[in-house]
DNA sequence: CACTATCTTGAATGAGCATTCAAAAACTTT
DNA sequence: AAAGTTTTTGAATGCTCATTCAAGATAGTG
């Protein structure tokens, strides 16, 4: 009897890091040795293999941007600041030219969803969940009076996702912050209006 | 004294496909050769590598879609009906669901720009001059007096870039033609009102 | 028709990869 | 503290990769 050393979430966030950093193709599992502190053996005892990290991974980011997304909503702040201040965040997070600030979903999604059907619907699965936690945030902004009521919620979020999908895409080609901004402030103006 | 036998253009096509259908890491030499037709030395010969063909292969997506952009602006019609027709296009292209029908520049700057300073100026670059014509298109639709005036071409430029970016992204999540659609329609609209 | 310069061919090369495994280490229970 | 069980370790394995190169093929030239 002896319990694994390692500590799982910190194991995952590195593998995270270092799959956002290089790509999943490119990030051999010496990186992932020297990212995670883990030999190849016990990763392999754990994962299964590199493909099943990139599973846990996903999991695990799933999990931490749906705790990150709370604290943004659960204040008592009105609806559409907090959507606001979820907006500049993610400005910030794009200005930070951080390549491990990039989303494991969406970079996934480009480099083996289309290889890889089961990952694929993992991803569109997170995506989807998503996009619905931001429909209730628009829900609640409409039953608050804050939002031009009418209009359907659910499209509505889709257009934020698709909006939040290309100002990720926009920013790596490095814009200026004030570019970005008014990008992120458009969009925030366009659900609103 | 001997010409090279290969029809560049049609090698280049093969190997933009077979970039964007495995992605650029994951693309073998094998898988080049079976695409292009060209065994490895004479890839190496006209290209240097893999990394050469890459760029020799951005270099004609930017000018097939530029040839294409302008097929569709260059017509008689007001210029706001063939920016609808554009993004109808843009539509039906993320539905086929080919991913040979993605995008090589947003793929690449995806995967290896984060890698390659070089390759992200010229993606950046490539994507900028889109930008511009997109600008070019909105100017003239001003000037038309269809778009409401006093609004910053250059930055709705970027929101259209930053719309399409997002759509093509949405559509790998595989939605309904007719969520597509109407998001492209929001955009249109959110562009011209 | 032969010469020559260039292109094409495809096997060889060495590096790097994901994965395996058997030995060593270490924690828990007795 | 000793036994037993599981984890950790890191070298070994076999494979695939990008790249090279020398031999053979081919087209233009005199």
Same mark, same amino acid.
């Given at each position: 009897?002896? #319990? &694994? ?9 590195? *593998? ?7 790509? %999943?193709?490119?990030?051999?599992? $010496? ?7 883990? !030999? ?5 005892? &754990?994962?299964? #293999?590199?493909? +099943?990290? @990139? ?30 201040? %979820? ?22 999604? #480009?480099?083996? &969803? ?21 429909? $209730? ?7 608050? +009076?804050? @939002? ?6 659910? !499209? @509505? &979020?889709?257009? @934020? ?9 926009? *920013?790596?080609? !490095?814009? +200026? *912050? ?7 402030? $458009?969009? %925030? ?5």
């Amino acid at each position: 009897m002896r #319990n &694994a050393e390692f500590d799982r979430e910190k194991v995952l966030r590195s *593998a995270m890091t270092a799959f956002m950093e290089k790509g %999943y193709a490119k990030t051999s599992m $010496q990186d992932l040795k020297a990212a995670t502190g883990l !030999h190849p053996g016990s990763i392999y005892c &754990a994962f299964d #293999n590199k493909r +099943g990290l @990139l599973l846990a991974a996903l999991e695990q980011y799933r999990l931490d941007r749906s705790v990150e997304f709370e604290a943004f909503f659960a204040d008592g702040r009105p609806v559409l600041s907090q959507l606001k201040s %979820y907006l500049d965040d993610l400005v910030q997070q794009c200005l930070s030219c951080d390549s491990s600030q990039a989303c494991l979903l969406t970079k996934a999604l #480009n480099e083996v &969803a289309e290889q890889d059907a089961e990952v694929q619907q993992i991803i569109a699965d997170n995506l989807a969940r998503w996009q619905a936690a931001l429909e $209730q945030v628009l829900v609640r902004a409409a039953t608050q +009076g804050d @939002l031009t009521s009418g209009r359907d919620s659910a !499209h @509505l &979020a889709r257009y @934020l996702a698709m909006g939040i999908y290309g100002l990720r895409t926009f *920013a790596h080609t !490095h814009p +200026g *912050a004030d570019t970005l901004q008014a990008l992120a402030d $458009q969009l %925030y103006h366009d659900i609103c209006a």
